[in-house]
């Protein structure tokens, strides 16, 4: 099974900071990583796929990059309703998640 | 609007059996790979399995193999899971979810269920 491991587990930050969010795979992926959302409570939403692709309806302040084993999630500008847990997730096999990043209010 | 609506959940004893159900509407699951996905509370997701389109093939996380069982009925627009000798780190929230080929990610979820296996 391919490991998903994300850094940090939780960041503190404040509206209008740069945040971003590593994601590191045990092997290769190529660019078969996702990111979701999440709040408290709900279902995950898919945020960025294919490592770097907006899904539908994003704000363009969210964008991905990376590729093989190295992969980032920024959010340029953080909102008030950016404030979540994201997870990070490969699609190259077997699908398997990151433990997740809690954001939380500075 | 898309909506996978979960249903099925509860308290069940160790070594029970729990068939969790997902009902779509707005959203026609024969086209796409369907999956449960869990979650402990307070945890990280765990995809659990996921069957293919036509049903042809199903695969599963090491941790259920020969104990859940993933279906569908693509006429009823319904997604299955079959939950035998549960144990107590089955205890989890339970998503269905779609998988859209085009992303190559999981596009529409369910709100969950709650599955608690305890004695």
């Known amino acids: 099974d391919i490991q998903m491991t994300q850094s940090p587990s939780s960041l503190s930050a404040s509206v209008g900071d740069r945040v971003t969010i590593t994601c590191r795979s045990s092997?290769?992926?190529?660019?078969?990583l996702n990111w979701y959302q999440q709040k408290a409570g709900k279902a995950p939403k898919l945020i960025i796929y294919?490592?770097?692709s907006l899904h539908s309806g994003v704000p363009p302040r969210f964008s991905g990059s990376g590729s093989g084993t190295d992969f980032n999630l920024t959010i340029s500008s953080l909102e008030p309703e950016d404030f979540a847990t994201y997870h990070c997730?490969?699609?190259?096999?077997?699908?398997?998640f990151g433990q997740g990043t809690r954001v939380e209010i500075k | 609007e898309v909506q996978l609506v979960e249903s099925g959940g509860g308290l069940v004893q160790p070594g029970g059996s729990l068939r969790l159900s997902c009902a779509a509407s707005?959203?026609?699951?024969?086209?796409?790979?369907m999956s449960w996905v869990r979650q402990v509370p307070g945890k990280g997701l765990e995809w659990v399995a996921n069957?293919?389109?036509?049903?042809?093939?199903?695969y599963y996380i090491d941790s259920v193999k020969g104990r859940f069982t993933i279906s569908r009925d693509n006429a009823k627009n319904s997604l299955d899971l079959q939950m035998n000798s549960l144990r107590d780190e089955d205890t989890a929230v339970y998503y269905c979810?779609?998988?859209?080929?085009?992303?190559?990610?999981?596009?529409?979820w369910g709100q969950g269920t709650l599955v608690t296996v305890s004695s």
């Open positions: 069957i293919k389109q036509d049903g042809s093939e199903r």
């Open positions: 979810a779609g998988e859209d080929v085009l992303t190559g990610g999981f596009d529409y």
């Open positions: 294919a490592a770097f």
């Open positions: 092997q290769n992926i190529r660019h078969s």
């Open positions: 707005g959203f026609i699951i024969s086209n796409y790979w």
């Open positions: 997730q490969q699609s190259y096999s077997s699908p398997t």
